[in-house]
């Protein structure tokens, strides 16, 4: 019997949200609305992706962390700034805006384990 591992399932499990959450955005109104919520899809996965890879930064070596960190954080700003991109010509939704402080987040808490 293959021994199960967890962070892989997890990830798996994470992709198979995130894919049905792109193939859903497919039935969105063809309006400026929808318009904005399905060229959100992308950077949204972007975000979550490195929220949650930004948990797991402590299982890199030590002299690979710096860089992963580097990479964090280009990523949430690209990904922050597309969509705010995006959403200029109305606010910007709670739900974005508590998904980029959350990667905002993920980010700063590791750079100070980093540090530590």
């Known amino acids: 019997m293959m021994p199960l591992h967890p962070e892989t399932l997890t990830w798996t499990a994470l992709l198979g949200k995130w894919i049905e959450f792109a193939q859903a955005s497919v039935a969105l109104p063809r309006d400026d609305e929808g318009d904005r919520w399905r060229a959100s899809v992308a950077p949204i996965v972007n975000l979550q992706a490195v929220t949650f890879a930004l ?58 384990t980093v540090a530590e």
Do not use: C, F, M, Y
Not at 62 to 76: H, Q, W
Not at 89 to 109: H, W
């Open 55 to 112: 948990a797991e930064l402590k299982d890199l070596p030590s002299e690979d962390r710096p860089i992963a960190l580097d990479k964090a954080g280009i990523i949430i700003s690209d990904n922050a700034e597309k969509l705010s991109e995006l959403w200029a010509e109305t606010q910007l939704p709670v739900s974005l805006q508590e998904i980029i402080a959350d990667a905002r987040v993920a980010l700063t808490l590791s750079v100070k």
